[in-house]
Nanobody, 125 residues
Framework: QVQLDESGGELVQAGGSLRLSCTAS????????MGWFRQRPGKEREFVSG????????YDADSVRGRFTISRDNAKNIMYLQMDSLKPEDTALYYC??????????????????WGQGTQVTVSS
């Protein structure tokens, strides 16, 4: 079973950029479909972006499409989330998730079996 570790979250001004990383260990990273989720205070965890095993297909939530880019490097066991044109409403705890039993990329958090501990992104206005 793969273990996940997110990094890269910090305080940034609106309009700025951040790149989050999700480093995997202990499993065959390329066998997992991957996703980024976020959770804002008092809200449910929501899908942000997802990526297939090979990285050839990606999916984005409407709220981030055109601003966020998900990618992965299977040789380095790392997934990224490049976040540009950040808005205060992007402030949240960001999680990466992995699942190896599916051949599609879920948008529901309940379909992912492995999660990281989260990294905080705060966007000031």
């Amino acid at each position: 079973q793969v273990q996940l570790d997110e990094s890269g979250g910090e305080l940034v001004q609106a309009g700025g950029s951040l790149r989050l990383s999700c480093t995997a260990s202990g499993g065959s990273f390329s066998n997992y479909v991957m996703g980024w989720f976020r959770q804002r205070p008092g809200k449910e965890r929501e899908f942000v972006s997802g990526i297939t095993r090979s990285g050839d297909t990606t999916y984005d939530a409407d709220s981030v499409r055109g601003r966020f880019t998900i990618s992965r490097d299977n040789a380095k066991n790392i997934m990224y989330l490049q976040m540009d044109s950040l808005k205060p409403e992007d402030t949240a705890l960001y999680y990466c998730a992995a699942e190896n039993r599916l051949d599609y990329v879920p948008v529901s958090a309940y379909e992912y079996g492995t999660w990281g501990q989260g990294t905080q992104v705060t966007v000031s206005s």
